[in-house]
């Protein structure tokens, strides 16, 4: 799932959460020096905040996913914090990796820089399919995904790829993928 269409989908689900007592601490550069956008990320953050500790544990992180549909498993999350976070990110007392709320906005900055591009690949190389010849074909997005903890049938994989298929070959290159996450 793309960051886009995670900050899509919050647009479009948001939920009602009790406001904290203390407000959130602003930071003193703004990321990517738009407070409109800052803001806007604030928000997004907040809302994956569900304990309003100023902070994104991998719990809180599997449960926004599952409460749009999507299955990410705890261990899947922590993962994508400890990528995500400086320097692994911080951790609660069971050593759980934090996101903070500076890399949070890293990552919702990538979406428009140039790391993006780069980003994007790492992710697409996690389900080329070794005979695809450079693409995903339905079982690579297959194992992609279970590795994920998404298990999803053959015939719901290949309906995935059917969706992008721009060029109706049965596969997904870089180019379509990268349609999809944006």
């Known amino acids: 799932m793309g960051i886009a269409s995670i900050t899509n989908s919050f647009k479009l689900r948001r939920r ?12 003193a550069n703004h990321v990517g020096g738009s407070g409109d956008k800052e803001g806007e990320f604030r928000q997004v953050f907040r809302y994956f905040d569900a304990n309003n500790d100023g902070r994104i544990a991998a719990g809180e992180l599997s449960a926004y996913f599952a409460s749009i549909g999507d299955s ?4 899947a999350a922590e993962k994508i914090i400890r990528e995500f976070s400086k320097g692994g990110g911080a951790a609660t007392e069971d050593s759980s990796p934090l996101l903070e709320f500076e890399d949070f906005a890293r990552v919702m900055e990538l979406r428009d820089s140039e790391d993006d591009r780069a980003v994007l690949r790492r992710a697409f190389e996690v389900y080329v399919d070794d005979n695809g010849g450079g ?23 290949e309906a995935m790829i059917r969706v992008f298929d721009l060029d109706g070959n049965g596969v997904l290159d870089f180019h379509e993928f990268r349609k999809m996450m944006t």
């Open 16 to 27: 009602s959460k009790p406001r904290t007592e203390t407000p959130q601490p602003e930071t």
């Open 72 to 75: 990410v498993s705890h261990e």
């Open 135 to 157: 693409c995903i074909t339905a079982e690579g997005l297959l194992r992609g995904l279970r590795r994920l903890g998404d298990v999803r049938s053959h015939q719901e994989c």
